[in-house]
């Protein structure tokens, strides 16, 4: 395969994956904050400033809005095109890394990312935004969950497949561990006032960007605690969206792509993600907690960049910087 | 006659579908059958159905102009272009002809230059042609062929005689859409390709894969199974669609430059295993980009090296670098000399009279007679560089006069010529509109010319230019056989 064609599927499944999870956080946030009780410039303030911490985008949005409010977040994370991650340009990013392997991915994979990005770019997802922009998120998401079904259902599990797994889990694990980190913190300030209603509310809601809710809810009865959450989000061997699950799947595709057995390596990238994986199969909960969770989500948040690195520089150490590819040539 | 047809206008051209006033062609009945059939508003839908189509599959041209990069649809209209086979046989024959003598004129113009040193063409013109790579003098193609893949343009007069208006010897577009067009209707009117015998057009892939394999060349490693890749500009070139749908069609790599590296004079693709050998380049980048340290140093498209191995055999190009001599509208002149030089025959397909302002007595008649011509400059395509004397303003007129006068050489002239109309749909009515046809060529081990090709029409009311640049539009082109 080519690197250029395996860089561009990576791409294309981590563009639309940050698609979906950036509209799931603005989901969930919108409605948390139908229910709490911040009110006026403040209260917008607490309420929106995690969302662009998590997004490490604050800096970006300040030089672009005056105001901090669900409005402005939420324009800013959906449409704003001076936001190369906003759900917009994750779309139209995920889209023009399709158009260049079109005729690798399968054309139903492609009318898929073609449909969402037409249909973003047109009135009618304005419409629906302004009406009800808990029903634009989840239609986005929906979209996302559409495409991946329909590239296990239509592309061959082959190479490119491969590649397209590692983009989706990096990305989804990242996305995770970001959810948890800000949360932690908002939640915790100083490790105290575990318990309580608006405690509940709010690591629900952690639970449900991440898809983790109903999940959660099947395994553990009782109360929502931020122990057993960040067990579930950081540990859970077979929730799709945990960041085990999510490293897992990242080792299996690098191993299916070598032809090396798991358990070993023969490649760097190999090596690096083989061991993440054994390090979060026999870590205890409280061994993160007693490390800090913000220093264990960090250092994993690191070595997933390591990750992505070490499988670049294998298999598309051949790609070069952009190419000048607006130079014209006539057409006959 | 019902509604649909009822006030058609006929005016005083070539019809594709009706003979007089009310008067329809056979091969039409069946189609004005159905389409009077339709009930009120289903003539929208199919065309909202189809435009629908074309954009959710992403089959769009970019536009330049503006910097935003739009993504626009080729506007396709859903009356079909019909061509019964007893003509096409006659179209057909007369392409297989012209290709043969365009091959063997590249073939003599890079080595002995015959035609020159009898006299046929002026050796001024070889050597002042923009295209001409005399770089190339002396060296052998794979297979001795040139021109693999050849769109020529046709148009109809007034008593319905197809004509060649211009070759496009470097890289036709547009086939795309013949597939893709073909595709649309069957969706919209599959009764219709029931009832009809319309003949395929859907193994143009395989036929192009084939002549690709055969050209493979000399130091091939295994001329068996060679490897063949599609050299695109990019996403942003505005062919772009096409060469993705040509590369699936196919099955094979599509690259772009930064994929192709040359090491020792062989070209390779740069895989996620490492280098893989590459056999035949199907190149939809010009002569001009493809190699920066042979042709122009600027560009960032091509692959630096490619040329040198395309030299030594190791690689093969479609098409061959420095078919752009025949596409020079000077040189288009001479085909018809070609064709008796080199296969001792009369034309079949005339070309569209013509004037070279090169020439004394030809310059005078076209200067004191440019408000009544089409004046085109040599070289350039996609209906730019053009005058249409009798659409045109005195100011154009008086500056096409000093740019003949300036550079003679670069200019030819003809007469306007009523292409043929055809009906289309436009804005809910039907009228006359005027088409072209571009059948494309394969030339491999045999020569293979697809059914039909690709009809484009002028959806402007009364405008001749039919260039996907300047409002044209697409058809779909039927054969059919009579009954």
């Given amino acids: 395969m080519l690197s250029r064609v395996a860089d561009s599927l990576y791409w294309m499944a981590r563009y639309i994956e940050r698609a979906e999870n950036n509209s799931r956080i603005l989901d969930v946030n919108l409605q948390v904050t139908l229910d709490d009780e911040n009110t006026g410039v403040d209260g917008d303030k607490i309420d929106w400033e995690p969302i662009l911490a998590t997004l490490e985008e604050q800096k970006l949005f300040n030089s672009l809005y005056t105001v901090m409010n669900a409005d402005t977040v939420c324009e800013f994370i959906t449409f704003a095109k001076e936001n190369p991650n906003s759900i917009r340009s994750s779309v139209a990013a995920a889209r023009e890394n399709a158009r260049t392997v079109r005729e690798y991915i399968s054309s139903e994979m492609w009318e898929r990312i073609n449909g969402l990005y037409l249909w973003l770019n047109s009135p009618a997802a304005r419409q629906m935004f302004a009406s009800s922009a808990i029903d634009f998120f989840r239609h986005v998401v929906d979209c996302s969950h559409q495409f991946h079904g329909t590239t296990a259902a239509t592309l ?20 995770t561990s970001r959810i948890l980190d800000l949360k932690y913190h908002i939640l915790l300030p100083r490790g105290e006032e575990v318990g309580g209603n608006v405690d509940t509310i709010q690591w629900q809601a952690v639970l449900k960007s991440c898809s983790a809710f109903e999940a959660y809810r099947k395994i553990h009865t009782g109360q929502v605690t931020p122990w057993s959450v960040a067990e579930f989000i950081v540990l859970h061997d077979s929730f799709p969206r945990s960041i085990r699950f ?3 799947g990242v080792d299996a595709a690098l191993h299916r792509i070598s032809g090396c057995d798991r358990g070993h390596f023969c ?4 090596r690096l993600s083989g061991r993440l994986c054994s390090d979060l ?3 205890r909960i409280a061994d993160v907690f007693k490390m800090g969770l913000h220093e264990y989500l960090d250092g994993i948040q690191l070595r997933l960049i390591e990750i992505s690195t070490a499988m670049h520089s294998k298999y598309c150490e051949w790609m070069e910087p952009a190419p000048g590819q607006g130079q014209k040539q006539e057409i006959a | 006659m019902g509604q649909l047809f009822g006030n058609y206008d006929v005016g005083d051209f070539y019809d594709e579908m009706f003979a007089a006033p009310g008067q329809v062609r056979p091969h039409y009945r069946e189609v004005l059958e159905r389409f009077e059939g339709m009930v009120d508003g289903e003539v929208e839908r199919k065309q909202a159905l189809a435009t629908a189509t074309f954009l959710n599959q992403g089959i769009t041209f970019t536009v330049y102009s503006d910097n935003q990069g739009t993504e626009r649809i080729f506007p396709f209209d859903l009356f079909p272009r019909i061509i019964p086979s007893e003509e096409w046989e006659h179209v057909e024959r007369g392409l297989v002809q012209r290709i043969q003598a365009l091959n063997q004129f590249l073939h003599d113009i890079y080595h002995e230059q015959r035609i020159v040193k009898e006299g046929l063409i002026p050796e001024e013109v070889v050597k002042s042609a923009k295209h001409f790579r005399p770089e190339f003098m002396g060296f052998d193609v794979p297979k001795d062929i040139y021109i693999h893949i050849c769109g020529s343009d046709l148009i109809r007069d007034r008593e319905g005689n197809y004509l060649v208006l211009e070759d496009n010897g470097r890289c036709p577009s547009g086939v795309s859409y013949v597939l893709e067009n073909r595709q649309v209707m069957k969706r919209v009117f599959p009764q219709l390709f029931g009832k009809l015998k319309v003949r395929p057009v859907d193994d143009y892939g395989q036929e192009l894969l084939n002549l690709l394999r055969y050209v493979a060349p000399a130091n091939c490693p295994k001329p068996e199974d060679p490897t063949v890749v599609l050299l695109t500009p990019g996403i942003y070139n505005s062919a772009y669609f096409e060469h993705s749908y040509l590369a699936r069609a196919m099955g094979i790599e599509i690259v772009v430059g930064q994929d192709l590296v040359v090491r020792d004079d062989v070209v390779y693709m740069k895989t996620t295993k490492g280098l893989k050998r590459v056999d035949v380049i199907y190149r939809r980048i010009d002569d001009d980009f493809i190699d920066p340290t042979v042709f122009r140093k600027d560009s960032v498209l091509g692959v630096p090296g490619i040329v040198s191995a395309y030299r030594k055999g190791n690689v093969n190009l479609a098409n061959a670098i420095g078919t752009g001599i025949a596409d020079d ?9 070609m064709i008796k030089f080199y296969l001792g025959e009369e ?9 070279l302002t090169m020439f004394e007595e030809d310059r005078k008649y076209v200067l004191d007679h440019i408000p009544e011509l089409v004046i085109k400059s040599a070289n350039e395509s996609g209906g730019y560089g053009m005058l249409i004397g009798p659409h045109a303003t005195k100011e154009e007129h008086e500056k096409f006069r000093q740019a003949i006068i300036q550079d003679p050489r670069n200019y030819v002239a003809q007469p306007v010529i009523s292409l043929s109309r055809s009906p289309s749909f436009c804005d809910g009515v039907v009228e006359g509109r005027h088409v072209d046809l ?5 030339s491999g081990e045999k020569i293979t010319i697809i059914p039909g090709g690709l009809t484009r029409v002028a959806l402007r009311k009364g405008s001749l230019v039919v260039n996907s640049s300047q409002g044209g539009g697409s058809k779909d082109s039927w054969v059919v056989d009579e009954e």
């Fill in chain 1, 246 to 248: 999510c490293v897992e």
């Fill in chain 1, 156 to 175: 061959t599990h082959g190479e490119g497949w491969h590649f397209l797994q590692i983009g989706k889990y990096l990305e989804r694990a990242d996305s």
């Fill in chain 2, 438 to 442: 571009r059948p494309y060529i394969l």
């Fill in chain 2, 347 to 355: 034309p079949i397909l005339p070309n569209v009279p013509t004037w």
């Fill in chain 1, 281 to 283: 199969n026999y870590t």
């Fill in chain 2, 329 to 337: 509208k000077v040189m288009y002149y001479f085909v018809p000399r």
């Fill in chain 1, 267 to 270: 490649t760097d990238a190999e």
